[in-house]
């Protein structure tokens, strides 16, 4: 238990440090994590890159 509350204080500290570096530039990241989602679910197509490594242009049409 005490691993666990050690790495929940670790990434408290990180995700704090993130807020602090954010707020500088005006970064809203309510805004930009779901953003970030919606563009790697068009790079990455659950039914072609779950379980693979690939860069996401190797799931793009290649007319694209």
Not at 38 to 41: C, F, G, P, Q
Not at 51 to 54: E, L, Q, S, V, Y
């Given at each position: 238990?005490?691993?666990?509350?050690?790495?929940?204080?670790?990434?408290?500290?990180?995700?704090?440090?993130?807020?602090?570096?954010?707020?500088?530039?005006?970064?809203?990241?309510?805004?930009?994590?779901?953003a970030?989602l919606?563009?790697?679910?068009k790079?990455?197509?659950?039914?072609q890159a779950k379980?693979?490594?690939?860069k996401?242009?190797?799931?793009?049409p290649?007319d694209?």
């Open positions: 238990a005490k691993r666990g509350s050690d790495v929940a204080e670790e990434m408290a500290a990180i995700a704090f440090y993130l807020l602090l570096l954010a707020a500088d530039p005006g970064i809203d990241l309510g805004q930009a994590m779901p970030t919606a563009t790697n679910e790079r990455y197509p659950a039914d379980g693979r490594h690939n996401y242009t190797d799931y793009q290649d694209e």
